[in-house]
């Protein structure tokens, strides 16, 4: 291995150790069922994703839900749903960005990464996380639309469930890990780029 992957590679881990430190600090927003909870985790992985590429981000989304995988409370379902959504967001992003490094180009990945992401979400939901949430853990999607119910009428179904609850938490999320991100990328890639 080159001295400068040795150096990604470290630092890769590093971040990802920061990112599943963060992620264990979060909290609902209040509009959103209190399962649906924000971290700043997916921020670090982006600010990776920018400064060494996509690839980079993944390993890091990958490295936090695994060191989760420690304290899960969900049989390793949230972790593997964190990482597919959270993995599409960063990897999006930075390669978006790898093509434009600029502020706009930055902007525009940040967009286009939320917005689908926000989409793969509700996908993925329907699919594949609900349905192992309900024959993993016994816990029936018809719970999970009650509970998300009590925030929004209009959440009558597994389907109303993504469309009123699971895509717009995400929507929410991507907006608000991107403007931290803006925020701290110029700032941090110096450090991780040193």
């Known amino acids: ?3 400068t992957g040795t150096k990604n590679l470290i630092k890769i881990s ?3 150790a920061l990112a599943f430190v963060i992620m264990l600090i979060e909290f609902p927003l209040g509009i959103f069922p209190d399962f649906l909870k924000l971290d700043f985790s997916d921020s670090i992985a982006l600010i ?3 400064a060494l590429g996509p690839l980079s981000g993944v390993a ?6 695994l060191l989760h995988l420690f304290v899960t409370k969900t049989a390793g379902i949230g972790e593997f749903a964190n990482f597919m959504v959270g993995g599409c967001f960063v990897f999006i992003a930075g390669y978006i960005y790898s093509y434009n490094k600029t502020r ?3 902007i525009l990945s940040l967009i286009v990464s ?4 926000s989409i793969w979400a509700g996908i993925l939901n ?3 996380f609900l349905p192992l949430y309900e024959k993993v853990l016994k816990f029936p999607v ?8 009590k925030f929004n009428r209009l959440i009558t179904d597994k389907f109303t469930l993504i469309l009123f609850s699971i895509i717009p938490f995400n929507l929410v999320k991507g907006a608000v890990i991107s403007i931290v991100t803006f925020a701290l990328y110029k700032r941090l890639s110096k450090i991780v780029k040193r």
Do not use: D, R
Not at 60 to 65: R, W
Not at 114 to 117: G, L, M, R, S, V
């Open 14 to 16: 590093i971040f990802g």
């Open 114 to 117: 939320t917005i689908a992401f």
């Open 104 to 106: 706009k180009g930055a």
């Open 60 to 65: 890091v989304e990958l490295l936090k839900n």
């Open 126 to 128: 329907y699919f594949v």
């Open 1 to 3: 291995m080159s001295q």
């Open 48 to 50: 990776i994703s920018f």
């Open 142 to 149: 018809t719970e999970v639309v009650k509970l998300a119910a």
